[in-house]
């Protein structure tokens, strides 16, 4: 594990703009995978579509506060990276599904973790946020 991420520094070439003489350290893979899933939205729409195929438009109501134009992007970025697949059905009106691909649906079990630490913490986060502890903008107060 360790000599893998030391050889990682061979992917310094896909980090954009770095400066030269710059102090970094290689990327490892949990860099490589929050480029992939970065996103404001991206683990909640992986997260809807672990249950199977929705249409656009179900994902659009399930989305509060996202805008067409962002969801079709983040999908465009789960295509593209290969977590999500999509399906265009030649009818009128054009009908799209989504559906999560094989390493999509290999990627469950690493969102079911998120979802059970998060079930475990977030309370206590919370509650420190409500006690100005944390340096959260979004803190309740």
């Known amino acids: 594990m360790i000599d893998s991420i030391k050889e990682s520094s061979a992917y310094l070439k896909d980090m954009p703009n770095i400066k030269k003489n710059a102090e ?5 893979p949990i860099y490589r995978i929050q480029r992939l899933i970065s996103g404001k ?3 909640y729409l992986l997260w809807l579509l672990h249950d199977g195929k929705m249409r656009f438009g179900e994902i ?3 989305t509060p506060g996202i805008t067409q134009s962002m969801l079709t992007k983040q999908l465009r970025e789960l295509e593209r990276d290969g977590f999500v697949e999509r399906h265009v059905f030649t009818e009128v ?6 559906s999560l691909t094989g390493r999509g649906i290999s990627f469950m079990p690493v969102m079911e973790h998120l ?8 309370p206590e986060i919370s509650e420190a946020c409500r006690e100005n502890v944390c340096d959260n903008p979004y803190r309740v107060k």
């Open 93 to 98: 009106p054009p009908k799209v599904e989504y």
């Open 41 to 43: 939205w991206k683990l």
């Open 60 to 62: 659009y109501r399930k």
């Open 24 to 28: 970094i350290q290689p990327p490892c």
């Open 115 to 122: 979802a059970e630490w998060s079930m475990e913490n977030i």
